[in-house]
């Protein structure tokens, strides 16, 4: 009887930390089938302030098409920029010549859609990466 109701206890508390998490800075892969969620954030003061929320996905004929709702959590302008990696059904990376790092402006407590297609068929797993805009202005 104290075995298992010391697993209970143990199983509501990796349920209760594991409901505390958000989706930013949660390093896993999104795949089509099985629905996974990836989020890369590059670094510590970003993933304070930008969340990444409702990543949803579709096919548009062959393609895959992306749809997150990045949220700005601080009251300060956050210049940040995205980028997608994606892989075909063996795991291997789809080359996108035309793609690249997108930049991204965020007001303060900013809520925006950002959209992004697959280079070309055959993509079923997506990686979103955002990173600092370090650019000088």
């Known amino acids: 009887m104290v075995r298992s109701l010391s697993c209970i206890f143990a199983l509501a508390a990796c349920l209760f930390l594991a409901s505390c998490r958000g989706t ?12 996974v969620r990836t989020v890369e954030i590059g670094d510590a003061w970003l993933n304070e302030r930008v969340q990444l929320l409702n ?38 990376e ?8 997108k930049p991204l402006l965020l007001e303060g407590l900013d809520q925006k859609a950002i959209t992004m297609n697959a280079p070309k068929p055959g993509a079923n797993t997506f990686l979103i990466k955002l990173r600092r805009d370090t650019a000088i202005r």
């Open 24 to 35: 930013s800075g949660v390093n896993t892969r999104v795949d089509v089938q099985q629905p």
């Open 55 to 92: 990543i949803m996905h579709r096919f548009e004929g062959d393609l895959l098409v992306v749809q997150a709702q990045v949220k700005n959590s601080s009251r300060d302008t956050v210049r940040c920029e995205y980028n997608v990696i994606w892989y075909d059904m063996t795991g291997w």
């Open 94 to 101: 789809m080359s996108d010549a035309v793609g690249g790092w």
